[in-house]
């Protein structure tokens, strides 16, 4: 069994209290980019192991450190990162054939800053923002991978606010 949190658009701000035990307490942390500063990369790095992606409010650093889009295995399934996997705000359809053409189980994307968790085939996943939500109250996702079975749940991390500070 593997268990993984997802994050995504934490534009250099505080992150929620509850938060920090669950990320260091993961196997895996995965977060779909916009960082925004180096700084909040390498804090994230240290409390556990990070597989990320960089965004488009990612500093010049973050986008040659970091991948656009990045895929690999967890047990038996195969995880795709990318932080836009569309053109278009209107559906997944978009990103359904990115995970498509990635050959993934699992497509992990960030930027919209609301979670979205499409159950097809193959699954879809957006776990908000921690920091900066949209529509939405502040999130992440674990995910718990068994073999080929993903199972995941949504963590609220309370109402939407920006919070301004560093780490």
């Given at each position: 069994?593997?268990?993984?949190?997802?994050?995504?658009?934490?534009?250099?701000?505080?992150?929620?209290?509850?938060?920090?035990?669950?990320?260091?307490?993961?196997?895996?942390?995965?977060?779909?980019?916009?960082?925004?500063?180096?700084?909040?990369?390498?804090?994230?790095?240290?409390?556990?192991?990070?597989?990320?992606?960089?965004?488009?409010?990612?500093?010049?650093?973050?986008?040659?450190?970091?991948?656009?889009?990045?895929?690999?295995?967890?047990?038996?399934?195969?995880?795709?990162?990318?932080?836009?996997?569309?053109?278009?705000?209107?559906?997944?359809?978009?990103?359904?054939?990115?995970?498509?053409?990635?050959?993934?189980?699992?497509?992990?994307?960030?930027?919209?800053?609301?979670?979205?968790?499409?159950?097809?085939?193959?699954m879809i996943v957006c776990p908000g923002s921690p920091t900066v939500p949209r529509l939405s109250d502040r999130s992440a996702i674990e995910l718990t991978v068994r073999g080929?079975?993903?199972?995941?749940?949504?963590?609220?991390?309370?109402?939407?606010?920006?919070?301004?500070?560093?780490?």
């Amino acid at each position: 069994m593997t268990r993984i949190i997802v994050i995504s658009d934490t534009h250099d701000k505080k992150l929620p209290d509850d938060l920090i035990p669950l990320l260091k307490g993961a196997d895996m942390v995965v977060h779909a980019g916009d960082f925004a500063s180096v700084a909040c990369y390498e804090y994230l790095e240290r409390l556990s192991e990070l597989v990320a992606v960089h965004g488009n409010s990612d500093c010049a650093e973050l986008k040659k450190r970091l991948p656009e889009r990045i895929t690999f295995d967890v047990e038996d399934i195969t995880i795709g990162v990318v932080h836009d996997g569309q053109l278009s705000l209107d559906g997944t359809c978009g990103i359904w054939y990115l995970a498509r053409e990635l050959g993934v189980d699992l497509l992990i994307v960030g930027h919209l800053h609301t979670p979205i968790v499409e159950e097809s085939d193959p699954m879809i996943v957006c776990p908000g923002s921690p920091t900066v939500p949209r529509l939405s109250d502040r999130s992440a996702i674990e995910l718990t991978v068994r073999g080929s079975r993903i199972d995941w749940r949504l963590i609220p991390l309370g109402a939407g606010a920006c919070f301004v500070g560093g780490f």
